[in-house]
Nanobody, 121 residues
Framework: QVQLVESGGGLVQAGGSLRLSCAAS????????MGWFRQVPGKEREFVTG???????LYADSVKGRFTVSRDSAKNTVYLQLNSLKSEDTAVYYC???????????????WGKGTLVTVSS
């Protein structure tokens, strides 16, 4: 059974930082692109970033230069460092795994349950 378990969300002031983690189990980590999406109430879940099996990365324009994704294959964990946070970054952040990529929702095979990030202004 595949599980993606996120952690690290919380309340932070604008301009602050957080690091999210996603621990994966039940899958062959090296065969999957890993990524992060986010969602606010009333809006669609949107792509934030992805990291592929060759460590290539992709970022949404809204987070480029502020967020950094990384993966640790020894720990089957993907991380998201969030810096220079803005109030518009407030959302539930979901970890995603896709054998064909993660930059589009229909490519995602597995989702985590999400972790809430709240940025106060």
């Amino acid at each position: 059974q595949v599980q993606l378990v996120e952690s690290g969300g919380g309340l932070v002031q604008a301009g602050g930082s957080l690091r999210l983690s996603c621990a994966a189990s039940g899958l062959t980590f090296s065969n999957y692109a890993m990524g992060w999406f986010r969602q606010v109430p009333g809006k669609e879940r949107e792509f934030v970033t992805g990291i592929w099996w060759d460590d290539s990365t992709l970022y949404a324009d809204s987070v480029k230069g502020r967020f950094t994704v990384s993966r640790d294959s020894a720990k089957n964990t993907v991380y998201l460092q969030l810096n220079s946070l803005k109030s518009e970054d407030t959302a539930v952040y979901y970890c995603a795994a896709g054998s064909g990529g993660v930059h589009l929702r229909h490519l995602v095979n597995y989702w985590g349950k999400g972790t809430l990030v709240t940025v106060s202004s």
